[in-house]
């Protein structure tokens, strides 16, 4: 079946502008993650969401950032007031049901914010 | 709080030829999950192998395999016959019931014709 799907590929902002980034999970999983890859931190997890469950919001970075998951299946991630350091690939993945069933990544989106 | 570390930033070889990337973890649990995650250049994180801690046996996967060294935490991926299409970053990842991946650094591999 199709895999992890995310919009934009590539999305670049002006500083202080709020962006929505889109991940579209594989059909049944129930568990859906965001990380952050940067050059200089590498690859953070941001937020975990499982079902029906308050997610994991414990990687978000500060409270600019914000997601949420409609009707279990497609999530968004929004930033708001963007900042050159929230220059970064975005990962989406998606799992069965969390816990240690494997994670599928999509194919990231590319944030730049000049 | 767990870590991962890959002390090779870049490696390179030859086509056809085997290479190791080396991979070490922090943890006091006995349960727990390591996988190796490639990313070519086309930012697509894929699953090469995942270990279960509490198995003995090394995974293998066609050309791949891991070291696994429990009491050492080290985790080392073997890439035999290596191709051109192998030519990728390598994440070493760790899992343990944080619903979180937890990552290494990466190393870039490049094989050459």
């Known amino acids: 079946g199709a895999g992890v799907s995310q919009s934009p590929s590539n999305k670049v902002t002006e500083k202080g502008k709020d962006v929505e980034l889109r991940c579209d999970p594989i059909?049944?999983?129930?568990?859906l993650y965001w990380y952050r890859q940067s050059l200089g931190q590498g690859l953070e997890f941001l937020i975990y969401f499982q079902g029906n469950s308050a997610p994991d919001k414990s990687g978000l970075p500060s409270d600019r950032f914000s997601a949420e998951r409609t009707g279990g299946s497609v999530s968004t991630l929004t930033i708001q007031r963007t900042q050159q350091e929230d220059s970064a690939v975005y990962l989406c993945?998606?799992?069965?049901?969390?816990?240690?069933?494997?994670?599928?990544f999509g194919p990231g989106t590319r944030l730049t914010v000049l | 709080a767990q870590t991962v570390t890959q002390s090779q930033p870049e490696m390179s070889v030859q086509e056809a030829e085997t290479v190791t990337l080396s991979c070490t973890y922090d943890?006091?649990?006995?349960?727990?999950?390591l996988f190796w995650y490639k990313q070519p250049p086309s930012r697509q994180m894929i699953l090469v192998i995942r270990?279960?801690?509490?198995?003995?046996q090394n995974a293998t996967e066609n050309r791949f395999s891991v070291n696994f060294q429990k009491a050492a935490k080290s985790f080392s991926l073997k890439i035999s016959d290596s191709q051109l299409g192998d030519t990728a970053m390598y994440f070493c990842?760790?899992?343990?019931?944080?619903?979180?991946?937890?990552f290494g650094q990466g190393t870039r591999l490049t094989i050459n014709p």
């Open positions: 990842a760790f899992f343990q019931g944080a619903q979180k991946l937890v």
């Open positions: 059909s049944g999983h129930t568990a």
């Open positions: 270990q279960e801690a509490y198995k003995q």
């Open positions: 943890t006091s649990e006995s349960n727990y999950y």
């Open positions: 993945a998606s799992s069965l049901s969390g816990g240690a069933y494997t994670q599928y």
